[in-house]
C-alpha cells in the first residue's frame, strides 16, 4: 500500500501563488507516476498535471504555463507549484500515484490522497 498526503492548501487572491505538497510512504518503490488532479463543487475530478521518475512533465491546457509539478524522489514528495492563480482553478487538489501506464484518466491511479482545498478569490 501507499499513503498519500497532501498539504499546502488554502485561500488566496485571484493572480497570487500556492505550492501544494504531496508526501508518500509505505510501497513508494511501486510509484513510477504521480500526478494531480482537481475536482470543483459539482463537476468531475480533471487531471491536472503529471510526473514520471524520468522527471517528463505533462499538463492539462487549462494550467500550461501557469502550473509546474517536481518531485524528490529521495523525500518521495511530489510538489504543484500554482502561479498566477484564477478563480477557475478553485477545487479539491487531489495527489495520485500510478505506474507507467498511468496517463490523465482517473481510473489510471492506484493511490489517492485526502486532498487539500484551494480557493481562489476574485
Known amino acids: 500500500q501507499v499513503q498519500l498526503v497532501e498539504s499546502g492548501g488554502g485561500l488566496v487572491q485571484a493572480g497570487g501563488s500556492l505550492r501544494l505538497s504531496c508526501a508518500a510512504s509505505?510501497?513508494?518503490?511501486?510509484?513510477?507516476?504521480m500526478a494531480w488532479f482537481r475536482q470543483a463543487p459539482g463537476k468531475e475530478r480533471d487531471f491536472v498535471a503529471r510526473i514520471n521518475l524520468r522527471r517528463i512533465t505533462y499538463y492539462a491546457d487549462s494550467v500550461k504555463d501557469r502550473f509546474t509539478i517536481s518531485r524528490d524522489n529521495a523525500k518521495n514528495t511530489v510538489y504543484l507549484q500554482m502561479n498566477s492563480l484564477k478563480a477557475e482553478d478553485t477545487a479539491v487538489y487531489y495527489c495520485?500515484?500510478?505506474?507507467?501506464?498511468?496517463?490523465?484518466?482517473?481510473?489510471?491511479?492506484?493511490?489517492w490522497g485526502q486532498g487539500t482545498q484551494v480557493t481562489v478569490s476574485s
Open positions: 495520485a500515484a500510478g505506474n507507467t501506464r498511468s496517463t490523465v484518466n482517473v481510473n489510471d491511479y492506484d493511490y
Open positions: 509505505g510501497r513508494t518503490f511501486s510509484i513510477y507516476t
